[in-house]
Structure formats: C-alpha cells, structure tokens
C-alpha cells in the first residue's frame, strides 16, 4: 500500500477518491474520520490521505490527479475574472453574482 494524496480539504480529497474508482484503481481513504472542532485546524498528521492498495498504479494515478489539479486550477482563475452582463453588458467584478446596474444574475457568457 503506498500514500498517494493527502489535502487538508477533505472534499478535495474524496473528488479524487471518486476519480480513482471511476478509473477502477483500488485506493481508500485514511483519517476520514478524524475532524478537529469546526475551524480548528486539524495537525498535519490527521489530514485525510488516499491510499493506493497496489503502488503499481502510482503513474496512472498520478495522471489523473495532475488532471484533477489542473481543473482546479482553470476553474478558480475562471472564477477571478471580471464577467460582463448578458442583459447590459456593464462589466461587474468577480465576487458580485449579480450585475450592479441591471441587477440580472451573473451568467456564462458563451464565446
Ligand atoms: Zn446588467
């Protein structure tokens, strides 16, 4: 059995999980169950871990994190962008979810 992911966010660490058994690798998550007080952080050693049963599977699974991560990646820099109005096309920032000036909710513009 090798450690193959660790992430103090435990939905991070499930997201993977759930992608390693669509893949059909064997893994299973340790310290699931071990939770500080809510908003106290847990010590390291008690962040929750995926397992790899059989090492052998590291690189494929490596592949489909560096995936997972990726996304991650593109979705929060989506996130971060100034996003214009499909109703006005006043241009709102980032945190707001709904247009300042026509008050239409924030939507994905297609390109
Ligand atoms: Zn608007």
Request: with cysteine; net charge negative.
């Amino acid at each position: 059995m090798q450690r193959f992911f660790r992430h103090y966010d435990r939905f991070q660490v499930y997201q993977v999980k759930s992608l390693l058994d669509e893949a059909g690798i064997p893994c299973f998550v340790k310290n699931e169950l071990v939770q500080g007080a809510i908003g106290e952080i847990p010590p390291m050693d008690s962040e929750p871990e995926v397992w790899l049963q059989d090492p052998s599977w590291a690189a494929k699974a490596n592949q489909i994190v560096d995936a997972f991560k990726a996304e991650q990646a593109a979705i929060s820099a989506d996130n971060k962008n100034d996003w214009a109005c499909r109703e006005c096309g006043q241009i709102s920032e980032y945190q707001f979810a709904i247009c300042w000036q026509c008050q239409a909710p924030r939507s994905v513009v297609e390109e």
